[in-house]
């Protein structure tokens, strides 16, 4: 396989995914970012969670987790939970407002790339489909 080829893809798709998340940034009325958007989507799918485990499984570093803990807490999009028993075991969980503003970043990346996609030919969306789903089963297998 040539790598030439390779880098070049590699470097088209970091471009691409730079550039949708500009745009996003752009029509999405909340101003904080695509990380704190996947923090929201984690506690959504996987409930309340300590922010040294979010850090981990979403590759933040813990500083990086206490700055977006803050701004989603700032904002009212998450809430820190104490143990009453232990108050050192404080979790990070989402509120209604962080649902409705999930809601809405994921209603406005659908569109986005809806939008996008109507670029590509019926074969085109096809065979990008098939590209991406063997990419994530090769992923899914490395771990």
Not at 6 to 20: C, G, W
Not at 75 to 81: D, G, I, L
Not at 99 to 126: C, Y
Request: hydrophobic share 40%.
């Amino acid at each position: 396989m040539d790598k030439s080829n390779i880098f070049k893809l590699i470097h088209t798709v970091e471009l691409f995914t730079n550039e949708t998340i500009i745009k996003w940034n752009q029509t999405f009325q909340y101003n904080i970012g695509i990380s704190p958007i996947i923090v929201l989507a984690e506690l959504k799918q996987n409930g309340p969670q300590q922010q040294t485990v979010l850090a981990k499984r979403l590759g933040y570093t813990p500083g990086a987790m206490t700055n977006i803990a803050t701004r989603l807490i700032k904002q009212e999009m998450a809430v820190r939970k104490y143990n009453e028993n232990d108050r050192r075991h404080v979790l990070l969980a989402i509120t209604k407002k962080g649902m409705d503003v999930l809601k809405e970043a994921q209603q406005k990346g659908q569109e986005l790339r809806v939008e996008l996609f109507q670029e590509l030919t019926e074969e085109e969306v096809q065979q990008f489909l098939n590209i991406h789903e063997k990419l994530l089963n090769r992923i899914k297998s490395l771990n």
